[in-house]
Each structure stands twice: as structure tokens, then as C-alpha cells.
């Protein structure tokens, strides 16, 4: 017997409506039963802030700069203390995190707080940080609250951070069946179904503009621009792909080069995209010893200030030797040349590294 709830069929029809359905799902659970509200804001508390009392709860409210948060909290004189973003596998907007962060209240402690799937935690909080930094905007190191609730604090003094729809509303439904409030924990259900599902599906409805000819476009670009970057490489004699070929497989498209004695591969990668970073560009890189390209305990460890950074910037492929991987970053609202130079640079930045370790 299936144990999908009939919220989480009823929004498998509506699929690019999921993320609305669960955000006004919760507000209605919050608003409805006072218990619901109190476990709320006594969850997001474990992080050592407090939001204060006679708190309000209102849904997609446009606010400052037209950017439109999905769960605003105001204190009794206004003030937004408290944001609750909620995220399936959509990605951040242009607002996200910087614009919203603005919005809280200067004047008492505040949390910006984004809601996903466990499966996204790592993910998409090393986004939230990447973008952070790209605004200059610091932050404290991240604390582990629990397993599935991670925040950081910013200079502004407040704190950022991220949880999983399931740790939530399990904290939800314990302290509304120990109140004896029945239905309220059938409302709490009903929502935990909608968000298994979406954690667990394996294939993920479609919705219609996910298969648009502006995807397709999208990855046509994104592999022109491994090839265009790679060229660019090649014409500045900065590397070399005599008897390199251009090579794919699944999930991938990518040029080998050599670049001051390592052998590098620039490419797409779905695979890397879904699992470690939210970007389709990356950089594989192995020393070249003779004529074979290896993964050295040398080149591992002049890495390694790329794996302490926050968010890192290493990852390794255990199905292909443990080869060192980098994710490449586009910037966003630029034009091609623009976006080719960004990832250049990222990439002679890395040999850069590289360079300075073996000559330090």
C-alpha cells in the first residue's frame, strides 16, 4: 500500500505550483494552531536567537526592491524579523539572499531561513554562501544546530540559515500530538507527504517549462562555452590539446588540456550539478608524471586551501581515481565574453595555486 498523502497527489498535478502549495500549506498549520506557531519559532530558537512575541505570519507579500518572500514574520511594531524561504529543487532568485537580507529589521535579532529537502541542504547552502561572498557580504563560520538545521551569522547581526522540510515538520507534528490536537497533526501529515515525495522521487514530475527550447538552449551554450574557453587557452599559449580530442559520455561534455604540467579536463557535468554544486561547469585536474596524468599526493595537497574554504571549493570523483574537482562559476547577467573570462580567470587561478605551491 502506497503511504503518499493526498496533499502530495493533489501537487504532483500542479508541479510548478509544489514550492506555493507547501509555503501556504505551512502558514496555514502555523496560523491555524497556536501550538504549531509556538514549535515554530521554538525550533528556529535552538540557534540562540530570539524573535520576541506577538508575532504575525503573512505569505508572499511583496516588500522592498519588488522582491516577494515567501513567509514574512512581523513583530507588534511592523518589523520583519524573521523570512522563511521554501525550496524544492527550484534554484534562488536575483533577490536571494543579499535583497531579503535588507529587508530585516536593524533594530532586534532577525533570520533569513530557507526550507529544502534534506537531499539539498549541502547544495544549496553553498550557494547561499557563495552569493554572500560574491556581495561582500560576511558571515560567521556555519553551525550544526542539529544534523538538518545549519546557520551562520552575518555583520548585519542576522542570522542566515537553512533546514530540512522533514526536520521541521517532524519538531511541528511531536508538539501538536502531545497537545492531543488531532486534526492539526492530520494538516502536519498531509504536508510531510508533500515533502517526501518531493525528497524522494526519483524522477521528478515535469513541468512545462522545463522542457522548453530555452533549456535546450541553455546547454547548447554551456558547452559552447567549454569549447570557447578551452580555444581561448590554447590562442593565449597558455595550454596545449595536441592529441586531445573533445570527449563525452553520460551526463558530460568536456576538452582535455594541458596546462603547466597538468593534464585538465573543462566541461559540463550534470552529474557534478545535481550532487556537489549549483553549476554546470567544472574543472577536473590531474599532474602529468611522464606521460601519464595521476592524482599525486603533491597535487592533493596544494589543494587543500580550496577544501577549507566556506563554502569548499574540492571535491574529489571516487569513480575516477579521486580526481580533484572544481566548480566553475557563471556570473549571472553578462554577456558570452563576460562569462568567458570568468571562467578563464577561475581556472588560471587554480593553476595559479598551483604554480605558487610548487615554487613556495
Known amino acids: 500500500m502506497s503511504n503518499e498523502t493526498l496533499l502530495g497527489h493533489i501537487a504532483e498535478r500542479f508541479t510548478g505550483q509544489v514550492e506555493n502549495i507547501a509555503t501556504e500549506s505551512l502558514a496555514y ?48 511594531a511592523g518589523k520583519t524579523v524573521l523570512i522563511i524561504e521554501s525550496k524544492f529543487w527550484a534554484g534562488l532568485t ?78 511541528i507534528l511531536n508538539s501538536v500530538e502531545a497537545e492531543g490536537n488531532i486534526d492539526v497533526a492530520a494538516d502536519v501529515k498531509q504536508l510531510i507527504g508533500l515533502c517526501e515525495k518531493q525528497d524522494k522521487e526519483a524522477f521528478l514530475p515535469l513541468a512545462s517549462e522545463e522542457l522548453s527550447s530555452y533549456l535546450g538552449k541553455r546547454i547548447v551554450q554551456f558547452n559552447r562555452i ?16 595536441k592529441g586531445l580530442k573533445a570527449t563525452a559520455a553520460e551526463n558530460w561534455y568536456g576538452r582535455y588540456i594541458r596546462i603547466s604540467g597538468y593534464g585538465c579536463l573543462i566541461h559540463f557535468n550534470a552529474s557534478y550539478w545535481a550532487k556537489w554544486r549549483e553549476t554546470p561547469l567544472w574543472f577536473n585536474i590531474k599532474e602529468i608524471v611522464g606521460e601519464r596524468w595521476e ?36 556570473p549571472f547577467g553578462t554577456e558570452e565574453r563576460e562569462a568567458v573570462d ?19
Request: positive net charge; glycine residues 2%.
Open 295 to 330: 592524482v599525486t599526493t603533491k597535487l592533493r595537497n596544494s589543494l587543500e586551501s580550496l577544501k577549507r574554504k566556506d563554502p569548499p571549493r574540492l571535491f574529489f570523483d571516487n569513480e575516477d581515481d579521486d580526481v580533484p574537482v572544481i566548480p566553475l562559476f557563471l
Open 94 to 171: 536575483d533577490a536571494q539572499p543579499i535583497k531579503y537580507l535588507k529587508t530585516l529589521s536593524k533594530d532586534c535579532q532577525t533570520m533569513l531561513v530557507f526550507i529544502s529537502p534534506s537531499r539539498r541542504l549541502p547544495t544549496l547552502w553553498a550557494e547561499i554562501l557563495r552569493r554572500c561572498n560574491l556581495a561582500e557580504c560576511s558571515y560567521s563560520a556555519t553551525n550544526h544546530v542539529n544534523p538538518e538545521y545549519w546557520i551562520s551569522k552575518t555583520k548585519e547581526n542576522a542570522y542566515l540559515g537553512i533546514l530540512s522540510w522533514r526536520a521541521l515538520l517532524s519538531y
Open 29 to 76: 498549520i502555523i496560523n491555524k494552531a497556536p501550538t504549531a506557531k509556538k514549535a515554530l519559532f521554538k525550533f528556529l530558537e535552538q540557534a540562540s536567537l530570539v524573535l520576541g512575541e506577538s508575532l504575525s505570519v503573512q505569505t508572499q507579500r511583496p516588500c522592498e526592491e519588488e522582491s516577494i518572500p515567501d513567509i514574512q514574520v512581523k513583530n507588534s
Open 226 to 241: 567549454v569549447n570557447i574557453v578551452t580555444d581561448q587557452l590554447v590562442a593565449a599559449n597558455v595550454g596545449a590539446v
Open 342 to 360: 570568468s571562467i578563464s580567470k577561475q581556472i588560471m587561478d587554480v593553476i595559479g595555486l598551483l604554480r605558487k605551491e610548487k615554487t613556495g
